[in-house]
């Protein structure tokens, strides 16, 4: 399954839920999903690999450690974003 931005355009909630049905279709069916993504809190969220990128030629292919997808409110993200830049 071929994904680009598939939840570029989508609030958290329903950011949350197509992450959700993503990893229980890998985990089901055991099928292989490329996904083209920006967003680090994605490609943290659903990959166990990440190819990156740059310049439009492969620089590396890495192992990610799985974080759980949260589900903040836009006020404990914007919090939590503040206090990381500001420390």
Do not use: Q, R
Request: net charge negative; hydrophobic share 40%; with cysteine.
């Amino acid at each position: 399954i071929f994904c680009d931005e598939p939840t570029s355009a989508l609030d958290k909630e329903n950011t949350n839920t197509i992450l959700e049905l993503l990893k229980n279709i890998n985990n089901t069916f055991k099928t292989t999903i490329i996904i083209v993504s920006h967003d680090i809190n994605i490609i943290k969220a659903i990959t166990n690999k990440t190819a990156i990128i740059t310049n439009g030629a492969l620089e590396e292919i890495v192992t990610v450690k799985n974080k759980a997808i949260n589900s903040l409110s836009y006020k404990e993200e914007l919090l939590n974003d503040w206090c990381n830049y500001y420390l």
